[in-house]
């Protein structure tokens, strides 16, 4: 199994709705990068949480950090078509030359219909 | 400052032929990583650099190779190409101490 999982793995939502997307880490943690791509693009950094219960917004997009359940949520709130694309979280390891690595979920493909 | 730069944006190989995906950063970061992303499988680390001259190998480095003569550049060489490695490929950077990674644009890369 995948260090890092991410549900769901695609999402389909109306426009406006709310969605959450879970990153759920199966080693511990030390820091986690949640990424956008769209098609065809390269991958747009969105926040970076690094302590236990951090919670960090920007725009209509909120991400949290729960250490002890070594898992991440993404929440966007009332969707729009630019929000869609595939998101990613990514765990940083501990120091020294795993600095430098990210390892990465599988992905979540979000779609916003109109 | 251009960022992370990719060229180039599509390859066609046929099977056995080797190329060079190219990567350069004008960030100064010392750390400079390649992946593959395939689908539903995520973004794969293929071979990092933590400087100039040090390079070492991630989860899926057969069949590439890579150097770091200088900060900037950090090309990857695919030896004799198989479609297994037909795929969308990625090199990132990042300062020292850090594991925020900047991407570049990516190379999507077909081997019939």
């Known amino acids: 199994s995948q260090e890092l999982e991410q549900s769901p793995q695609s999402l389909i939502v109306q426009e406006g709705k709310n969605l959450t997307i879970n990153c759920t880490s199966s080693k511990t943690l030390y820091g986690l990068y949640w990424y956008k791509q769209k098609y065809g693009e390269g991958l747009i950094f969105l926040m970076m949480?690094?302590?236990?219960?951090e919670e960090k917004s920007h725009e209509k997009i909120t991400a949290k950090l729960d250490e002890k359940k070594q898992q991440s949520s993404l929440h966007i709130t009332a969707s729009q078509p630019s929000h869609a694309g595939i998101y990613l979280c990514?765990?940083?390891?501990?120091?020294?030359?795993?600095?430098?690595?990210?390892?990465f979920g599988q992905g979540t493909i979000l779609t916003v219909h109109p | 400052n251009a960022g992370v730069t990719q060229t180039p944006k599509f390859q066609v190989l046929k099977t056995g032929q080797s190329m060079t995906l190219q990567c350069a950063q004008d960030?100064?970061?010392?750390?400079m990583s390649w992946y593959r992303q395939d689908p539903g499988m995520g973004l794969r680390l293929i071979h990092y650099s933590v400087g100039a001259g040090i390079t070492d190998q991630g989860e899926v480095p057969n069949g590439y190779n890579v150097s770091r003569s200088t900060t900037e550049d950090f090309p990857l060489r695919l030896l004799s190409a198989a479609p297994s490695q037909t795929s969308v490929y990625f090199c990132?950077?990042?300062?020292?101490?850090?594991?925020?990674?900047?991407f570049g644009p990516g190379t999507r890369l077909t081997v019939t």
């Open positions: 949480l690094q302590k236990g219960g």
């Open positions: 990132a950077s990042s300062q020292f101490g850090s594991a925020l990674q900047y």
């Open positions: 990514g765990a940083g390891r501990s120091g020294g030359t795993s600095y430098g690595k990210l390892t």
């Open positions: 960030m100064n970061h010392e750390y």
